[in-house]
């Protein structure tokens, strides 16, 4: 991909224009515009969510569009249909975001883990989920990632997929789920664990984990799981790590 990607800042933060989003994945504008509002409350989520509206056309309705920062673009494609293009596309922009905020970034950032970042690229560059079925790491991933910028800092051991997927999977039993149509696909890990398989689900239990994800998950589960697998990261010449709660050993992949 060219590197005359254009962004744009405002109020001292990089956005990209909704429009550039939709070329560079390969789908129609107003397609997107559609996707945004569907989940404008929850990319809201990530900071004020931004409209402006064009320059009209001869006798034609000015376009509106959306300026999205950068933890509203990756949650955004989310919700996008992954495809190559996709993947190199979202990979593309996110690094010319953090190119972009080290420029004119003029003050120390906080670190983020290392690791979650390394899978994060593995799974979009490597990862081959067969089409009708999706993995909670591609699901959550987003989320966890984009949360490591807010307050919640994971160890570099953490894995709250795993986690997640034990009590989704728990979730299914009692509710009745044919259990025989989950599959499994190779996992990588960028360390010392390897490959390991783990689970993906029908697509059309995916609103249902959504569901779930959100009102009881997040409420529920998530605050316990912060308490043993997260520390305050340091700042840059900070290097001292403070721990809250207990130091985790690590966790296998869902099941």
Excluded at 3 to 18: M, P, V
Excluded at 173 to 198: E, N
Aim: glycine fraction near 8%.
């Amino acid at each position: 991909m060219g590197s005359g990607l254009e962004l744009i800042i405002t109020d001292g933060e990089h956005r990209i224009d909704s429009r550039i989003v939709a070329t560079g994945i390969g789908i129609q504008h107003d397609n997107l515009m559609q996707t945004i509002e569907k989940y404008r409350e929850r990319l809201a989520r990530y900071g004020i969510l931004l409209f402006e509206t064009g320059k009209s056309q001869g006798r034609g309705r000015p376009e509106r569009y959306a300026l999205l920062n950068r933890e509203q673009f990756g949650y955004l494609l989310m919700f996008v249909r992954v495809t190559e293009r996709v993947r190199e596309y979202r990979e593309y922009v996110y690094e010319m975001f953090l190119a972009r905020e080290r420029e004119h970034s003029a003050t120390p950032t906080p670190a983020i883990n290392h690791l979650w970042e390394k899978r994060l690229t593995a799974f979009n560059r490597e990862s081959c989920i067969p089409d009708g079925y999706w993995s909670i790491f591609g699901f959550v991933a987003g989320h966890c990632f984009m949360e490591s910028f807010r307050d919640s800092q994971l160890v570099e051991s953490a894995l709250p997929d795993g986690s997640i997927g034990r009590l989704w999977c728990q979730y299914l039993r009692t509710h009745d789920f044919d259990m025989s149509q989950i599959k499994t696909y190779p996992h990588r890990y960028p360390d010392k664990r390897g490959v390991i398989p783990a689970n993906i689900y029908p697509n059309a239990w995916m609103g249902a984990f959504w569901n779930w994800f959100q009102t009881v998950y997040l409420r529920e589960h998530y605050p316990k799981y912060l308490a043993s697998h997260s520390r305050e990261l340091p700042r840059v010449g900070q290097p001292e790590t403070k721990w809250l709660g207990n130091k985790p050993t690590g966790e296998r992949s869902q099941k």
